[in-house]
Structure formats: C-alpha cells, structure tokens
C-alpha cells in the first residue's frame, strides 16, 4: 500500500509511495521528540510571560498606592485578589515545567528523555543540588508553591508607603509582600536554612525562584541541542529522495498510518521553537537589574 504522499506545493500535484514500517517509526519518533522540545519550550515561556505579568502589576500597586495612602478594605482586598491569581498562576506553570525538568517519584528528566543518556541526568541532578543548596528564594518558592496549593493563598497582606527624605526632599514609594519567620516555617521552608528574625518579600523569593528556573531551562537546552539538531535535519532530508523521484522542487509530506489516520511532515510549526530561544536567549537575574526613568 503506498502510504507516503508527497505534494507539489508549485501546483496541484501529488505523487504516493509504500515505505516501510521501520520508516514510518523513525519519522514519528523525530516527530515526538521535536513536539516534547518545543513543548518545554512552550511552558518555560508561559513561566516567563506570568512573572512579568505579576511583576508589572506589583509596580502598578505601588504606583495606586501612592494616591491611596488611608485604609481601604475593598481596594486592599482587589490587591490581594489580583496579586494571587498571578502568583498562584505562576507558581502551578512552575510546578509543570519542575515535574518535565526532574521528577524522582515520577521517574521523569527531560534532558534525559530526549538524549537517552545517563550522564545528562546526573549533570541535571547536580545542577540541581547545588540550585536547591545556593538559591534560599528557590527554596521557599518551592515551598510556597505547595502551599498555596494546600493551605493558604500567597499574598495575605502586605505593607505600603511613602518614605520621607528630609535632607534631599526626596519620595520614595514602597510595596512589600513579606514572609517572616514564622510565616517561613509555616509554608515548612526547612528551619536550618533560616535565621531568626528574618523577612523575606514575595518578589523578591519570585525574583530568585524564575531565575533558578531559567537556570535550569538553558542547561536543559545546552544538554539536549545536538539531538534537536540532529532530529529536524534528519527530518527534513529523510524524504528528500522522494521529492526527486517525484520530480518535485518544493513540497511536503504526509504519511498514512494503518488506522488511515494521517499526519504531516512539515517543520513549519518548529519555527516556533527557533522564535522561543530567541525570546528568552538567556537567564536573566531581574533582582539585580535596576531601571532607569
């Protein structure tokens, strides 16, 4: 049965061949990993868009709050309503991309799926340790993140103001969510990694949390680029002698599977993942960055 169909995309054309099983489940194992590749690539920037979306809207109530400087219960309470949405949002996508990256209960590392070599998990494991050893907004995000999930939203209540410089003249808006030490071991943040009296701000755990995260996503991309790589090339040329027994310059592929389901071997969608590295080329550490008017 011929069950490759190949199409003249120049004109109205189609030629068909029989190919064998062992290439039908080449072309569909390429096929997965590619999806699996963009797929991360898809979340880790979901991730991204929600920490700028809860970041921009902390700097907009630190903006209203200047306006706003008595009590006020119903705008507190559309603080608080906004503020957790975003960063119980952006803490389930962690929780997604956490589990893809490395889950030991799940059996899952994505760097490993893709490359199928052991000492890309252990180089994901390490990486790991020492985040989890380095990073104390790491930490406690990780925690907040169950949290949140369980027992109690993120932002409960947070504190703002005007600051007063009486040499300079000078104002200076404040907006902060903070976790004591209480709070801490409450979300169980483990106790040898706290000291007494201390405060964390929620932005500032998030800051530290979505750059450990992207920490992690490009290490997953250094670890698994040659095979991506090598799948899309392998994918695009594996057919091409087909194209020159079809006598066709410009076309595309489809294959038939025995349930007659079929499924096209187009990469036009990978563009997609070309697009995402470009966005978000690097890890960025936004807690050290300060902006100029």
Request: proline share 1%.
């Amino acid at each position: 049965m011929n069950n490759l169909f190949v199409y003249n995309t120049e004109k109205v054309d189609c030629r068909t061949f029989e190919i064998s099983d062992a290439e039908i489940k080449k072309s569909l194992d390429l096929r997965k990993l590619l999806v699996k590749a963009l797929d991360i690539e898809i979340i880790y920037d979901q991730i991204i868009e929600a920490y700028w979306d809860y970041k921009n809207k902390v700097n907009y109530w630190n903006l209203r709050s200047v306006s706003s400087p008595f009590a006020d219960y119903i705008l507190n309470h559309e603080i608080r309503s906004s503020l957790n949405r975003l960063a119980f949002n952006l803490f389930n996508l962690s929780k997604l991309y956490l589990d893809w990256h490395y889950n030991k209960d799940k059996n899952r590392c994505l760097s490993f799926e893709l490359t199928n070599d052991e000492a890309t998990k252990q180089k994901v494991q390490a990486h790991r340790d020492k985040i989890y050893e380095s990073n104390l907004h790491y930490v406690v995000g990780c925690k907040l993140r169950g949290h949140s999930q369980h027992s109690a939203l993120p932002v409960r209540s947070f504190t703002t103001g005007v600051r007063y410089d009486q040499s300079t003249s000078n104002r200076t808006a404040h907006f902060s969510i903070y976790y004591s030490y209480e709070d801490l071991l409450k979300a169980n943040v483990p106790k040898k990694m706290l000291s007494e009296g201390i405060k964390l701000d929620l932005t500032d755990i998030i800051d530290g949390f979505v750059f450990a995260i992207s920490q992690k996503h490009i290490l997953n991309r250094k670890l698994t680029e040659s095979v991506i790589n090598e799948g899309r090339d392998t994918s695009l040329s594996m057919w091409q002698g087909y194209a020159e027994k079809a006598g066709f310059e410009k076309c595309q592929y489809e294959i038939q599977l025995e349930n007659d389901e079929r499924v096209g071997l187009s990469l036009e969608w990978f563009g997609v993942y070309d697009h995402l590295k470009e966005k978000h080329s690097c890890a960025i550490d936004y807690s050290v960055i300060k902006f100029e008017k």
